[in-house]
Every structure is written in structure tokens, then in C-alpha cells.
């Protein structure tokens, strides 16, 4: 490549050669050729090639390393300045870390290529880069050194999680020729890849390429560990006594553990599913500590999370996202109104406000009829008009006997009947509809109907998603949720006790359930359907908070390219979906329930028992003034 096509970052930025030579000892140039071929393979656009060495290799020979790569990205060389362990203490590298991570960030791919003959430099190198996030899976490793295989067993663990690549020249042949190695992931076996002749240059072995993808499918495969919480529909956790055995273990189902299935039969993995012991997601504290699933990942407990996580801006810090599996809406979960008949339905066609005012008005009428009796203008004084009895016993339907009385008597009296009309119309048809339609409540259909109700307590999941955005909102009307909260009128609970927690506590009619809608689908089937046929649940019509939810993995992992081809290919074909839907196939004749039925059944005496209780009240009324008047008689009687 011509030096005017070489685009520099930095050229020979030398730290230090202040520091003990083991003479001009190159890397063998046999590996340098190599190394030269493979990089000239694995160039792209936009790509940046680093270079570091401890000065085993001059600078003529990088100057040659470099001028042999046919690349127009970004080039830098560094010098690290290395102590030997056996001959100081305390750190032996000045590694320019934040430069590398500034080249790094500033390409798409970025190769590192080590050049070192000495083996305590290769390993410390590699450990601190590794630990500074610099040998993250985009970022390639090509080691190119003279060092037994057996020395470089003692980073087989580094070489295995990382993109690397091993070139170094086989002594064995008398011809100059190099191997180019990579070790498989999780077994940490070397296999060769590649070589490279002067005569022949370097030739793959079956048909791969620089810097395979050697998580795309595990060759040797591997048991991994993987995290997941009870979850409905997507997955679902219940302990079961299997066939053989005694004690009682837990089986994880739902459309996630589908898709795990599916997932391991591509890349060629097994697994064992953990719960977290806490029961929750993942939660940030003020100590900047994370619990949960999440905090398992950072904890390098586990490979993978199952989830489904809702992305969050804190999560995204710490973890990576893998394509979204689905989008869902918070929504509120309440118990439906009753069914059943009131027994005092006979006072509901009229609200007490109502009554208030028909009785009210009796007695105004009452006192206009006294003093219209009082001050009639009548020819003949004996005459009597229109008694304050008849209005009376208007608003009981009974039939009135009086005079035609005064011209202004006769005028309220007919105003009175139309009133009396009026209002027993409306009680009359009101209480018809009232027995033969009934109306279902669902009240709390938006979060603000929920906050207006005073006797409502909303019940949440505990270290989620929706926690932390809680915690962090200082405005709006979720502000006003978490003040509500405050007043003690929020609960969290773990996914362990969902099912029985709105048995116990929604069903009564006093706690809403606030979730995204998937997971309370489960509470729409027929299995929570009333004696009667009729669904006990409803969600609100109002949705809020959308989460888009997928799988998680530690940061920078090697598995997210496999797991994202898998859930594309799943959730683009509309698997993912079918699956959704066959978790609760008979959750539709519940998702959006008449709020109104008619019902064509005979009333029962537990529908009506309030009007005998009114009868029996009046009796027992009647008789306790009939005694009275008994007493009263025979008390003047003795005077």
C-alpha cells in the first residue's frame, strides 16, 4: 500500500523506553508476515488497527507491519512500558488504556494486535484489558508471539470469551510457516484455522474467515446458566411432583421457554434456569448496587436473562438489550361490579338526593295546603276544599275524595299530580330496567379515576421497571400515584403471590392491579369466571407507560448476536405472537365484556327480601304505636 493511503491516529507513540531491553529481539518475522496477511483479510472501511508491543519489535518492522495492511482506516502504535515481576513490585505495566478506548470508540471494528515474546507481559496486558472493557467482543484480539501452546494455556479462559486470535510460528517444519489459532468458547480447546506460507500465504481451513464468529454456533458446546421469574404468559413457573419422584420441582413453560428451546438447538447450548432469590427484575439502590436478575448478570452469576425486561435507560448502563420480543401497555386490573340483584334495588331507580326531594317537597305542598285551607275565599264557609290528606295520598297511588275548593287550591293540586306522574314514571320504569338490565360497574378505567377514589389502593410489582421510573418522577399525574403512596395507599408485591394476591385483595373490589396488560390477560380466562358465567375482572380502557420487552444479557456479550438472530427470526415470522395467543386461548370472551345484560330469570326471595324487611319494619312500627295508644287510653281513663 502506498504510505500516502495510510491514514495515521497516531504513529509510534512511544510511553516509555526507559525500561530494561532484552536486546532487539524480534517476533519472529515469519509471524509478522502472517499477522500481515490476516489483518490485510479482516480490513473494512472505517476500521482501526492498534498496535502494541513491550519493544520486542522494532520500529522497522511495525513501520513494514503497517505499510503491509491495505486499509484506510485509522492506525495506532503504542510502546507499553513493562517491568519484569521477578525484579519489582507493585504495578509493572503503564498501559495507555484511555488512549485505546479513544481509538475504539471512534470505529466500528477496532483490531488490537499484541506483539510480545514474553509471557508475564501477554497475560498482565490481557487482564487489564479485559477488566477496562477494551477486549469487548467488537473489538478483536490478534496475539502474535513465539510462545509455547502450553504458556498460552494460562490465558486460554481470556482468549476463549474474547474475538481473539493466536499467530505464531510452528518450529516443527523446515519451510517458514505459521499457524493462526482461536480458542473455542467455554471448552477452551485451540483449534488451528489457518496457516500461512511464504510460498501458498494464508489459506483457511474449511472456508472460514478472519475472526470467526465462534459463539454464532458452539462447536463443543456448553451448559450455561440461565435466569428467569414467574412471569405470565411469558413465562410461567409452578411447582409440580414429576413422574418418579417425590419431592416437588420447579417447571418453567410460556413462549419464552419455547424460544430458549429453540435458541439452544441453534447455537448448540444447554441450561440450567435459576429464579433470583429476591424475586424481582432489577432494581438500582442510591449506593449505585443493583438486585434482582440484573444484579445477577453484573455479578456474573448467570449468562442470561430471560425477562422479559422493559428497557430503561439505567438498565441499558449496565446491560445489554437483545431485539424486542413484544410491546405492552400498563393497564389497570379491578373487579367487576356485581351481577346479583340488591335487595334494596326497590330505593335505587331514585338516588337518596332524589327522594330527599320529593319528600321535601310533600311537606311544602302540606304547608301551602294548610294555609290555603285557612285563608280560602269561599261563598259558602262550611265548604271543604281540597285537605292537605289528598296530597298524600296521591304519592301512594290511592284514590282521593274532595271538593273542587278554591281556584288556587285546584292549581296546586293539578301541578302536584303532574309532579306525582312524573316522578313515579321514572321509578317505575327505572326499576323495571333496573331488574331486567343490569348494569356491570367498572369503575377505575383511567389512572385518574383511580386517584379521585379515596378508597382504592393500587398494587404494583416490586423492583421493576416501573419502580424505577416511579422513583424518579417529580411531576404529573404519576407524581400524584406516588404521593398516593405515601398515604399508604400502595402496595408492591413479587411475582410469587400475584395469582393469590388478586384472589384475596382485587377481588374484593377495593385494590386495583397496576401491570402491563400481557401478564393480567391470565385473569380474563374463563378460569376466573363468576358461578353465574360472568367475568370478575376487567382492565381499564386507558393505557399508559409502554415497555418494550426483550432479553438481557451482561454487557458486551458474545451471545447477543446469536440470541437477536433467533428472536428476529421468531418474532418477525409472528411465532413469538402465536405463541402469546395459545398461552390464554379462552382469555376473548373476557377482554371486552358487556357492561350491560339482560336477565330473563324469576326473582328470588334473596333478590327482594328488603321490601319484607320494609313491611316487617312498618308492622313492627304499627304495633309498637298501637300499644302505645293502649297505654295512653287507660292512663286518661284512670285520671
Known amino acids: 500500500m502506498k504510505e500516502a493511503s495510510v491514514k495515521f491516529w497516531t504513529i509510534l507513540t512511544l510511553l516509555s523506553r526507559a525500561f530494561s531491553l532484552r536486546g532487539e529481539i524480534e517476533v519472529l518475522s515469519a509471524a509478522q508476515n502472517a499477522a500481515s496477511a490476516v489483518l490485510g483479510a479482516s480490513s473494512c472501511p472505517g476500521c482501526s488497527v492498534v498496535y502494541v508491543t513491550d519493544g520486542t519489535a522494532s520500529s522497522t518492522s511495525l513501520y513494514q507491519m503497517i505499510g503491509s495492511v491495505e486499509t484506510d482506516s485509522s492506525i495506532a502504535v503504542f510502546e507499553v512500558a513493562w517491568k519484569d515481576r521477578n525484579t519489582t513490585s507493585g504495578p509493572r505495566l503503564e498501559v495507555p488504556l484511555d488512549l485505546i478506548n479513544k481509538v475504539r470508540k471512534t470505529s466500528s471494528y477496532t483490531t488490537l494486535v499484541l506483539l510480545s515474546n514474553e509471557r508475564d507481559f501477554l497475560i498482565d496486558f490481557i487482564e487489564e484489558a479485559v477488566r477496562n472493557d477494551i477486549l469487548?467482543?467488537?473489538?478483536?484480539?490478534?496475539?502474535?508471539?513465539?510462545?509455547?501452546?502450553?504458556?498460552?494455556?494460562?490465558?486460554?479462559?481470556?482468549?476463549?470469551?474474547?474475538?481473539?486470535?493466536?499467530?505464531?510460528?510452528?518450529?516443527?517444519?523446515?519451510v517458514e510457516r505459521c499457524g493462526v489459532f482461536m480458542y473455542l468458547p467455554y471448552s477452551h480447546r485451540m483449534v488451528k484455522i489457518a496457516s500461512w506460507t511464504l510460498e501458498s500465504g494464508l489459506v483457511y481451513y474449511e472456508n472460514l474467515q478472519p475472526f470467526?464468529?465462534?459463539?454464532?454456533?458452539?462447536?463443543?458446546?456448553?451448559?450455561?446458566?440461565?435466569?428467569?421469574?414467574?412471569?405470565?404468559?411469558?413465562?410461567?413457573?409452578?411447582?409440580?411432583?414429576?413422574?418418579?419422584?417425590?419431592?416437588?420441582?420447579?417447571?418453567?413453560?410460556?413462549?419464552?421457554?419455547?424460544?430458549?428451546?429453540?435458541?439452544?438447538?441453534?447455537?448448540?447450548?444447554?441450561y440450567n434456569l435459576l429464579q433470583p432469590s429476591d424475586g424481582s427484575w432489577g432494581f438500582l439502590f442510591p449506593n449505585g448496587t443493583w438486585n434482582g436478575m440484573v444484579g445477577m448478570l453484573l455479578r456474573k452469576d448467570v449468562d442470561f436473562a430471560l425477562g422479559p425486561f422493559g428497557i430503561t435507560y439505567l438498565r441499558a448502563q449496565v446491560i445489554d438489550y437483545t431485539s424486542p420480543l413484544v410491546v405492552d401497555y400498563g393497564r389497570i386490573l379491578g373487579r367487576r361490579g356485581d351481577t346479583a340483584v340488591d335487595p334494596w334495588s326497590f330505593a335505587l331507580p331514585?338516588?337518596?338526593?332524589?327522594?330527599?326531594?320529593?319528600?321535601?317537597?310533600?311537606?311544602?305542598?302540606?304547608?301551602?295546603?294548610?294555609?290555603?285551607?285557612?285563608?280560602?275565599?269561599?261563598?259558602?264557609?262550611?265548604?271543604?276544599?281540597?285537605?292537605?290528606?289528598?296530597?298524600?295520598?296521591?304519592?301512594?297511588?290511592?284514590?282521593?275524595?274532595?271538593?273542587?275548593?278554591?281556584?288556587?287550591?285546584?292549581?296546586m293540586f293539578a301541578a302536584w299530580l303532574a309532579f306525582v306522574l312524573i316522578v313515579f314514571e321514572c321509578y317505575s320504569s327505572n326499576l323495571m330496567s333496573l331488574l331486567a338490565v343490569r348494569h356491570i360497574s367498572e369503575p377505575y378505567q383511567s389512572v385518574r379515576q383511580m386517584l379521585d377514589d379515596p378508597k382504592?389502593?393500587?398494587?404494583?410489582?416490586?423492583?421493576?421497571?416501573?419502580?424505577?421510573?416511579?422513583?424518579?418522577?417529580?411531576?404529573?399525574?404519576?407524581?400524584?400515584?406516588?404521593?398516593?403512596?405515601?398515604?399508604?395507599?400502595?402496595?408492591?408485591?413479587?411475582?410469587?403471590?400475584?395469582?393469590?394476591?388478586?384472589?384475596?385483595?382485587?377481588?374484593?373490589?377495593?385494590?386495583?392491579?397496576?401491570?402491563?396488560?400481557?401478564?393480567?390477560?391470565?385473569?380474563?380466562?374463563?378460569?376466573?369466571?363468576?358461578?353465574?358465567?360472568?367475568c370478575?375482572?376487567?382492565?381499564?380502557?386507558?393505557?399508559?407507560?409502554?415497555?418494550?420487552?426483550?432479553?438481557?444479557?451482561?454487557?458486551?456479550?458474545?451471545?447477543?448476536?446469536?440470541?437477536?438472530?433467533?428472536?428476529?427470526?421468531?418474532?418477525?415470522?409472528?411465532?413469538?405472537?402465536?405463541?402469546?395467543?395459545?398461552?390464554?386461548?379462552?382469555?376473548?370472551?373476557?377482554?371486552?365484556?358487556?357492561?350491560?345484560?339482560?336477565?330473563?330469570?324469576?326473582?328470588?326471595?334473596?333478590?327482594?327480601?328488603?321490601?319484607?324487611?320494609?313491611?316487617?319494619?312498618?308492622?313492627?312500627?304499627?304495633?309498637?304505636?298501637?300499644?302505645?295508644?293502649?297505654?295512653?287510653?287507660?292512663?286518661?281513663?284512670?285520671?
Open 136 to 174: 469487548i467482543w467488537p473489538t478483536r484480539l490478534l496475539v502474535v508471539t513465539s510462545v509455547s501452546i502450553v504458556v498460552l494455556q494460562l490465558l486460554r479462559k481470556s482468549l476463549s470469551d474474547t474475538n481473539a486470535m493466536v499467530v505464531f510460528e510452528e518450529r516443527a517444519s523446515q
Open 212 to 270: 470467526p464468529d465462534k459463539f454464532q454456533r458452539l462447536e463443543d458446546g456448553a451448559n450455561l446458566k440461565v435466569v428467569g421469574q414467574n412471569f405470565p404468559p411469558h413465562v410461567v413457573v409452578r411447582e409440580l411432583t414429576l413422574a418418579g419422584q417425590q419431592e416437588k420441582e420447579e417447571v418453567f413453560t410460556g413462549p419464552l421457554l419455547n424460544l430458549l428451546e429453540m435458541l439452544a438447538l441453534n447455537v448448540n447450548f444447554t
Open 350 to 411: 331514585l338516588t337518596y338526593t332524589v327522594w330527599a326531594g320529593v319528600f321535601a317537597s310533600l311537606l311544602l305542598v302540606l304547608i301551602f295546603a294548610v294555609w290555603m285551607e285557612k285563608f280560602k275565599l269561599s261563598s259558602d264557609p262550611s265548604s271543604v276544599g281540597i285537605s292537605p290528606e289528598s296530597y298524600v295520598r296521591t304519592i301512594f297511588m290511592q284514590d282521593v275524595k274532595t271538593n273542587s275548593g278554591s281556584n288556587g287550591q285546584r292549581v
Open 456 to 534: 382504592v389502593t393500587s398494587i404494583w410489582f416490586a423492583n421493576t421497571a416501573y419502580m424505577q421510573y416511579l422513583s424518579a418522577v417529580d411531576s404529573g399525574i404519576f407524581y400524584e400515584v406516588v404521593q398516593m403512596g405515601k398515604k399508604g395507599r400502595m402496595k408492591q408485591i413479587t411475582p410469587s403471590v400475584y395469582a393469590e394476591t388478586v384472589d384475596d385483595l382485587v377481588s374484593r373490589g377495593d385494590h386495583v392491579m397496576i401491570n402491563p396488560f400481557l401478564i393480567m390477560k391470565m385473569f380474563l380466562t374463563e378460569d376466573y369466571m363468576d358461578e353465574g358465567g360472568n
Open 536 to 639: 370478575k375482572f376487567y382492565v381499564s380502557k386507558e393505557r399508559f407507560l409502554p415497555l418494550t420487552f426483550c432479553m438481557v444479557v451482561p454487557k458486551y456479550s458474545p451471545l447477543l448476536g446469536p440470541i437477536n438472530e433467533g428472536i428476529r427470526a421468531v418474532v418477525e415470522g409472528g411465532i413469538y405472537n402465536y405463541w402469546l395467543d395459545n398461552a390464554f386461548a379462552n382469555a376473548k370472551s373476557c377482554k371486552n365484556p358487556p357492561s350491560k345484560i339482560t336477565v330473563r330469570s324469576s326473582l328470588s326471595l334473596a333478590n327482594v327480601w328488603g321490601m319484607f324487611v320494609l313491611l316487617a319494619s312498618g308492622f313492627g312500627i304499627s304495633f309498637l304505636t298501637f300499644c302505645l295508644e293502649i297505654i295512653s287510653a287507660k292512663y286518661y281513663s284512670f285520671l
